[in-house]
T-cell receptor, first 116, second 117 residues
Framework: AQSVSQHNHHVILSEAASLELGCNYS??????LFWYVQYPGQHLQLLLK??????LVKGIKGFEAEFIKSKFSFNLRKPSVQWSDTAEYFC??????????????FGTGTLLAVQP | GAVVSQHPSWVICKSGTSVKIECRSL??????MFWYRQFPKQSLMLMAT?????????EQGVEKDKFLINHASLTLSTLTVTSAHPEDSSFYIC?????????????FGPGTRLTVL
């Protein structure tokens, strides 16, 4: 079965620090990868996604992620975090094409707290 | 664009009663919607895939007679938790895929917090 693991459950950073959140998935075939963010009291929002092509994906709000197929990883990065980045971050994978494989498998989430 | 709403945002009910949660796509049509459950400090777990005009597809371990899903129109899916018990207390989130849009892109609702006393 497909699974997604996020290694960091809770991360605390100071403003301007660099961020890297780990995400690994288990699936040997073609995958689509996503990072979602959930700000306090708000719904899940898409940060970025990888379908194909350039493995370095740039998303909104200065976030980027790199797909490394050989490592089954899709780590999220931001060079300089802000207090407003305080949120929970979820990595998700969608394996295969269409039909029942539309479904997303989510990681357990990483709670990021940025201290001003 | 691509806004998904849920109603209610929070519901408290007595054990044994049934609760209906609505998921609406406000500015697009959604042939396919998804229902997730999120426990505190845990990830979103897919419960079922809701397809307009047909039966929902439930994930393994999800009781379809307990969690009734109806997707009667292209903009509305409902989840009814029947005979709710305290262990059903959770955060229920729906998402919708734009009809004709990227098959693997979902837009999420704000969630409904269910508390069963």
């Amino acid at each position: 079965a497909q699974s997604v693991s996020q290694h960091n459950h809770h991360v605390i950073l100071s403003e301007a620090a660099s961020l890297e959140l780990g995400c690994n998935y288990s699936y040997g075939g073609t995958v689509n990868l996503f990072w979602y963010v959930q700000y306090p009291g708000q719904h899940l929002q898409l940060l970025l996604k990888y379908f194909s092509g350039d493995p370095l994906v740039k998303g909104i709000k200065g976030f980027e992620a790199e797909f490394i197929k050989s490592k089954f990883s899709f780590n999220l990065r931001k060079p300089s975090v802000q207090w407003s980045d305080t949120a929970e971050y979820f990595c998700a994978v969608n394996a295969g094409y269409g039909g029942a494989t539309n479904k997303l498998i989510f990681g357990t989430g990483t709670l990021l707290a940025v201290q001003p | 664009g691509a806004v998904v709403s849920q109603h209610p945002s929070w519901v408290i009910c007595k054990s044994g009663t049934s609760v209906k949660i609505e998921c609406r796509s406000l500015d697009f049509q959604a042939t396919t919607m998804f229902w997730y459950r999120q426990f505190p400090k845990q990830s979103l777990m897919l419960m079922a895939t809701s397809n307009e005009g047909s039966k929902a597809t439930y994930e393994q371990g999800v009781e379809k007679d307990k969690f009734l899903i109806n997707h009667a129109s292209l903009t509305l899916s409902t989840l009814t938790v029947t005979s709710a018990h305290p262990e059903d207390s959770s955060f229920y989130i729906c998402s919708a895929r734009v009809t004709g849009g990227p098959y693997n892109e979902q837009f999420f609702g704000p969630g409904t917090r269910l508390t069963v006393l």
